[in-house]
């Protein structure tokens, strides 16, 4: 039986948990970070995600399947996550940093694409580390099912782009947790305050997550400071963290904003387990799966 998003919400160790998934990511993104800087926002999470269901879904024999610019566009542009130029812009900067390449013969239209070897690894590893979390809340064998199996991985990742996709409340973040997800590299920075958060215990109001540093933060994950304070600004101006007394070396982060986070997160991993469950356990639909329109359907 799949966990819902109220299940996960309501366990008393998904903040927990969360934090140490942040923590991951953070590890990974040191990894490749100009990989994960360019995935870091919530835009770009979508667009990655329906990119790599299209190339693992690619059938040779469907005419225009695959990881092609017209696939993606109809996609992205139907549930309106971006626009028409942004799914050209997103392509162009993978193919330009050799996260993608073109299959078969360049000057045939359409072009399509697939992704290299460090994209492929880091996407399943993003998988593995959520099921990680989804084994820690209730003792499943989630991600050493995929160890055993990893060719799972290619079934499973086009279920979650397709659920996500067509989820009202995944694509639609809490306005002040849009406030840094639909920002650039938006991501990185809230993993980082969760990851920090859950270091500590809560006061009355909120985490004590320490000093932040905005010239090292945004040298780190490679944004610009003057961006990085801006978005920090509004943070405080919406309620989502302050410092105290005017204090620099003790910024509370509000418990009620990362309630709306962990809550708007167990939406995302309830895609991802019931995804999991579609093709590993005994999840059966009462009407077929949705297709978002792309050739071959995603």
């Known amino acids: 039986m799949t966990l819902s998003s109220s299940d996960i919400v309501g366990h008393p160790q998904f903040a ?3 934090g140490a998934y942040a923590g991951k990511l953070r590890g990974q993104f040191d990894q490749s970070p100009r990989l994960s800087r360019m995935l870091a926002s919530h835009q770009r999470w979508l667009l990655s995600q329906a990119a790599f269901a299209l190339q693992l879904e690619y059938d040779p024999t469907q005419p225009g399947s695959g990881l092609t610019t017209t696939n993606l566009r109809e996609i992205i542009t139907s549930n309106n996550s971006a626009s028409r130029n942004t799914v050209l812009n997103f392509l162009d900067q993978l ?3 050799k996260f993608v390449r073109i299959v078969g013969d360049p000057n045939r239209r359409p072009k399509r694409y697939e992704a ?3 994209p492929t690894r880091a996407m399943y590893q993003w998988l593995v580390t959520n099921l990680e979390l989804l084994d820690y809340l209730d003792g499943g064998d989630r991600a050493e099912t995929l160890a055993a199996e990893p060719d799972l991985f290619r079934l499973i990742q086009p279920q979650i782009a397709r659920h996500a996709c067509l989820n009202p409340s995944w694509l639609e973040p809490p306005p002040r947790v849009a406030l840094f997800l639909w920002t650039e590299a938006g991501g990185l920075v809230m993993d980082e305050l969760v990851r920090r958060a859950m270091e500590h215990s809560p006061g009355s109001d909120g985490y ?11 040298e780190h994950f490679m944004i610009s400071r003057t961006h990085l304070q801006r978005l920090f600004r509004r943070a405080v101006e919406t309620g989502c963290l302050y410092w105290p007394d005017g204090d620099r070396n003790h910024c509370i982060l509000n418990r009620d904003f990362l309630e709306e986070y962990c809550g708007w997160q167990a939406i995302k991993f309830s895609i991802v387990d ?14 077929p799966d949705p297709r978002l329109g792309a050739v071959g359907g995603l």
């Open 16 to 18: 927990t948990a969360l």
């Open 208 to 218: 004590d997550i320490g000093r932040i540093d905005a010239r090292v933060m945004a």
């Open 274 to 287: 019931f995804a999991y469950e579609r093709i590993c356990g005994p999840v059966r639909l009462g009407k």
């Open 95 to 97: 193919l330009s940093y």
């Open 116 to 118: 290299t070897e460090l």
